[in-house]
């Protein structure tokens, strides 16, 4: 790609295929034209640095950088190419599954580069992943890289119909781009109403043609890739299942925010309040903006990108992704989950207390993509300050002390109605099972969940959820575990005379211990092997507090 300066100091990017066109139309002064590669179908997919030039440098009224460019480019969305558990995933499910190889790249890409898998596809082949990550680029075909490396880019996004949405068809990256307008040019579609001027500026610029859609605000634009069922393959490749591997939209739909009119892009592309331009080049002011932070609950594997980024060929700066870690920490911690401690007396020589939690989030917490969990970590504290009771403690490795799962990768901890001992844990979390019930964090061999305990949201029925999204496990006829959150009481045999202080965390991993470790054998990949070892070092600062409570207890002598 080459730079031209534009006016007020304004960058406009151009594309190879723009240089060439405007050599061939005889304009001196550019540099020879790099090669137009044909992989990529002109004006289809381009790459994101021809949006962002206008669409950066945005400022609300409070002062606040809205910018658009920015804003994505510290997203997981940007870096979806980037993502080395992601790599180090998709190698362990090519290895489990060789004669599915091309077939699981292509899928995956559909998702994770899906300009660069439209492109392919549209060349008749499929989407590749491993090739095409920018730590491998050579060059070979810059366009097609180019729009690899942008990961869920701009214009797929913005180009994607109506055609489909919200049906099986449209999910695991089933969305169809929109056919080209009467005036051949292709669509690209926004909230907003399009200046007659102002949309031809950006087709001078982009080649896309302004069109208003209402449902780019709409939750089914997101259920495309967050709406995953993955087939199972047996030992010789034949399909010998499915599983609902993540299940955002439905969660969501049987919720009491589709009622409240609260979509995926309310809570995850939250508005900033106007006056505000959209476009720094000639931009009308307009009564909202999409925030394009894209926040969801993985701050660790921002960080952990920020820390080696060189490796990885980030392009975002270290302030860009700091910025998206910290909203999504503030996210979490203000708009995810709270806790309370309830109940809490004495007896005998014991003590009695409830800890209830209340999920905010419009789907099930943790949602989405099955390596993420959410426990509670409880101390209780003489008023000397000496620990007498400890459980769900985070150990540095990034497991949970007592947890039978990162003890184990045969066995898991179970739904909790009352807890007694040190040893046990409640986590919420979703744990795969195989066709003959062994536990897995094979994606293409899991057909079951054997445990899906993972919090309600409001309005949610567990007696009347689809299989797809139900309660499984002992917190089915748990009659404490309900929409909106869960009631977990602990009973302590404690010997202790005197005030006692009872302490709670909701602690949040997006990736588990155990979803990590599973990786070990395959660490004669590079992709799993790089992950792990970026993970050793990051795993101190895996997990994130969610939410806290405190609570004293007055404790008689006997």
């Known amino acids: 790609m080459t730079r031209l300066p534009f006016i007020a100091g ?38 994101a640095t021809e949006c962002v030039a206008c669409h950066n440098n945005l400022t609300s009224p409070a002062g606040e950088d ?19 558990y992601f790599f180090a995933s998709v190698r362990r499910e090519t290895i489990d599954h060789p004669t599915h190889a091309a077939m699981i790249e292509d899928e995956c890409a559909a998702c994770h580069m899906p300009g660069a898998q439209r492109a392919l596809r549209a060349a008749g082949g499929l989407g590749r992943l491993f090739s095409l990550a920018p730590w491998n680029a050579t060059g070979a075909d810059p366009m097609l890289e180019a729009i690899a490396a942008d990961g869920v ?33 292709r669509p690209i579609f ?74 995926c892009q309310s809570c995850h592309m939250p508005l900033v309040q106007g006056p505000v331009r959209v476009s720094s080049v000639l931009g009308v002011e307009r009564e909202t903006l999409s925030r394009h932070t894209f926040l969801g609950g993985n701050a660790f594997m921002l960080r952990l990108m920020n820390r080696y980024r060189a490796e990885l060929g980030i392009e975002a700066t270290p302030a860009e992704l700091e910025a998206t870690a910290q909203a999504t920490i503030r996210q979490l911690q203000e708009q995810t989950a709270t806790v309370v401690i309830t109940n809490a007396e004495a007896f005998g020589d014991g003590l009695q207390f409830d800890v209830e939690i209340a999920n905010l989030t419009g789907h099930k917490f943790p949602t989405g993509y099955p390596s993420r969990r959410t426990w509670l970590h409880v101390t ?19 497991a949970i002390d007592g947890n039978d799962s990162d003890a184990s990768d045969r066995a898991f901890e179970p739904h909790y109605r009352e807890i ?51 309660v ?17 009481r602990y009973r302590l045999p404690l010997p202790a005379a005197g ?22 054998a395959y660490r004669s990949a590079t992709e799993p092997q790089r992950f792990l070892e970026y993970y050793d070092a990051m795993a101190p600062g895996s997990a994130v507090v969610v939410g806290r409570a405190s609570v004293g207890v007055g404790v008689k002598s006997p």
């Open 10 to 47: 304004v960058v406009i990017w151009i594309s190879v295929v723009g240089l060439a066109a405007a050599r061939d139309a005889g304009t001196s002064g550019l540099p020879p034209a790099a090669p137009v590669m044909q992989t990529v179908p002109a004006g289809v997919v381009v790459p």
């Open 66 to 84: 809205v910018s658009i460019g920015a804003s994505w480019r510290g997203s997981i969305m940007a870096n979806a190419a980037r993502d080395p």
């Open 153 to 185: 880019t701009c214009t797929v996004c913005h180009q994607i119909s109506t055609d489909g949405l919200g049906t099986r068809a449209s999910f695991n990256g089933g969305f169809t781009l929109a056919a080209p307008l009467a005036s051949g040019r």
């Open 190 to 263: 926004g909230p907003f109403a399009p200046d007659t001027g102002l949309a031809r500026i950006m087709h001078s610029v982009t080649g896309y043609e302004q069109v208003q859609a209402v449902h780019i605000r709409e939750s089914e634009m997101c259920a495309t890739c967050h709406t995953l069922i993955t087939q199972a393959f047996g030992p010789d490749g034949s399909v010998i299942g499915s599983l609902p591997e993540q299940m955002n939209y439905q969660e969501w739909q049987h919720s009491a925010f589709v009622g409240e009119g609260r979509s």
């Open 380 to 398: 209780v504290r003489s008023a000397d300050g000496r620990t007498l009771f400890e459980s769900g403690r985070v150990s540095p490795t990034g």
């Open 420 to 470: 007694t001992r040190a040893d046990q844990v409640q986590i919420y979390e979703a744990i795969m099972g195989d066709a003959a019930g062994r536990l897995t964090t094979g994606l293409h061999t899991a057909t079951q969940y054997l445990k899906d305990n993972r919090l309600l949201p409001r309005g949610f029925d567990k007696a009347t959820a689809p299989d797809e999204i139900a």
């Open 472 to 488: 499984v496990g002992d917190a089915r006829p748990d009659p404490d575990f309900q929409a909106a959150g869960d009631r977990t």
């Open 499 to 520: 005030p006692l202080t009872i302490d709670v965390e909701l602690l949040y991993q997006p990736i588990a211990y155990r979803w990590a470790r599973n990786l070990e």
